[in-house]
């Protein structure tokens, strides 16, 4: 399904590119706070969706260049390894370390972020998953 928009068509790849910086930041922000991966992931999620609509399930998977499956599978596996470094060193699973540099712009990096990037990945990938197959159909 697409929309014969000229309005819609125009904006949709600059509207694309907007969501995509501002999920960025959502995540980024967030990495010390619960929620960044999971609103991040939705935020690009619906610039893909809107992109969607405008033009057609097919441009917007030649737009992702990857399949939303392999985005949701690494992000489980970077979501789950993200607890694996406590489990090595006998701690509690999940137990949040962080590299003891700050990076500037981004803040500290540590297990945290490393799982919001995993829910970040996953959400993307299962609601692309969801949003594309059932446009294809």
Do not use: C
């Not at 996953?122 to 692309?128: E, P």
């Amino acid at each position: 399904m697409n929309v014969q928009s000229l309005i819609l068509r125009t904006t949709a790849g600059f509207l694309l590119i907007l969501l995509m910086v501002y999920s960025i930041f959502i995540l980024l922000r967030g990495h010390n706070e619960p929620g960044g991966g999971f609103i991040g992931g939705l935020l690009i999620a619906a610039g893909f969706a809107l992109y969607a609509l405008a033009f057609d399930a097919a441009a917007a998977r030649r737009l992702l260049r990857i399949d939303p499956r392999l985005l949701l599978g690494v992000g489980l596996l970077i979501a789950a390894a993200s607890g694996a470094r406590a489990l090595v060193l006998a701690e509690p699973f999940m137990q949040a370390w962080w590299f003891p540099v700050m990076i500037p712009g981004v803040g500290k990096i540590g297990t945290v972020l490393m799982f919001d990037i995993g829910v970040y990945l996953t959400v993307l990938g299962t609601a692309l998953q969801i949003l594309l197959t059932l446009s294809e159909e």
